[in-house]
């Protein structure tokens, strides 16, 4: 497995001062939950998520010469390696499916890259940006599956433990794996009794039945609250699913309403707004599918959302996911 703690450290450096030190504060559901829960905010990022501290790291880390990036993204690690490669004067080309939402579309090309929109799936993205980098000689930059991309999502784990060593518990969202495999490898390597829990939606859960399988397999990949967990884990992975499969302690899998809840919660309570993905530990913690046993973090991992359907959310309408239906619920105990 190519990866290290040394990795982490370096990429540390590498990212200082650009994509590091976000805020870590205190949730107003301390009080619900009965435990000290704590909110990691890569909102505070550049671009909004977290995803520029892995795109920043791998791009800086090219070699001199390289002709330019591509990438296949549910919207947010395009943004990265789009920051990242106009701060090195690169060409960038991103991949998105006909499921990217419009702000995420707009969000790449207002950093200047191509936004290429290609099929319904995360996997016809990725054959689009591989073709690229056959034809074109870009470099492919894999969302989660590249020691660089995971690296830098890992310096949260360093940041999480030197703000708080004595955590017990952290909650990561879960797509590809790259920050939540991570994050577990990073704070276990530091502190052995941690535990690290990854949570995914329950429609299109690749990590979850991967793991399951003892082998990375493809799921089908449907609309959701949590847009940017969609897509698959490949199935040439390399590095993600080895790390989420060691060092998660468990993936635990949360449902669409459970995430409009949360929604609501973290705006109502936290006065945050931020995307489903970032509300799925929120959500595993609320439906009691997780149980807190001390001090809590989650990451609140990108703000990049439709804001037209989270006002939807706030004034308590259903939400149409493709032939699903969230059933509206209003705000209150
Ligand atoms: C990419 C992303 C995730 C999941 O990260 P992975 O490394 O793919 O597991 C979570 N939240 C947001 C907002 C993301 O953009």
């Known amino acids: 497995m190519d990866f290290s703690l040394a990795r982490v450290f370096a990429a540390r450096n590498t990212i200082a001062g650009v994509a590091d030190g976000t805020p870590l504060v205190p949730s107003a559901l301390t009080e619900t939950f009965g435990q000290e829960f704590l909110l990691k905010l890569e909102i505070a990022q550049p671009i909004g998520a977290f995803k520029l501290r892995g795109a920043l790291n791998s791009v800086l880390n090219l070699p001199d010469g390289a002709k330019g990036v591509t990438c296949c993204s549910t919207g947010n690690h395009g943004r990265g390696v789009a920051f990242a490669a106009r701060q090195r004067g690169l060409r960038a080309v991103v991949c998105m499916s006909n499921l990217a939402p419009q ?10 890259a191509e ?7 995360q996997d016809e993205a990725q054959d689009e940006a591989e073709r690229l980098a056959a034809e074109e000689g870009l470099v492919d930059i894999s969302p989660f599956d590249d020691p660089y991309v995971v690296a830098g999502q890992a310096t949260i784990g ?6 708080r060593p004595d955590l017990d518990t952290i909650l990561v969202p879960l797509s590809g794996g790259g920050l939540a495999g991570g994050i577990a490898y990073t704070a276990k390597q530091i502190r052995p009794d941690i535990r690290v829990i990854g949570i995914t939606m329950d429609r299109g859960a690749a990590m979850y ?3 399951k399988a003892g082998h990375p397999v493809e799921v089908e990949e449907v609309p959701s609250l949590a847009d940017s967990l969609g897509g698959g884990i ?4 390399r590095l993600s699913f080895a790390l989420c499969r060691e060092f998660l302690d468990d993936i635990v899998l949360v449902t669409e309403e459970d995430i409009y809840r949360s929604l609501q919660t973290v705006y109502y309570e936290d006065r945050i707004v931020c995307e489903g993905a970032c509300v799925v530990g929120i959500a595993a913690v609320q439906s ?3 149980v807190l046993t ?9 703000r990049n959302l439709d804001m037209r359907s989270h006002a939807d959310i706030m004034a308590g ?3 149409v996911l493709g032939d699903y239906i969230v059933k509206g619920q209003s705000y209150g105990p």
């Open 234 to 237: 490949g199935l040439q992975n």
């Open 209 to 211: 039945e991967s793991v």
């Open 317 to 319: 309408r259903d939400v």
């Open 115 to 121: 936004a290429r929109i290609i099929g319904q799936s």
């Open 103 to 112: 702000s995420k579309i707009a969000g790449v090309r207002v950093l200047g």
């Open 288 to 290: 009691g599918r997780v």
């Open 158 to 163: 360093l940041e999480l433990l030197e703000a």
């Open 294 to 302: 001390g001090p809590t973090a989650t990451i609140i991992t990108g």
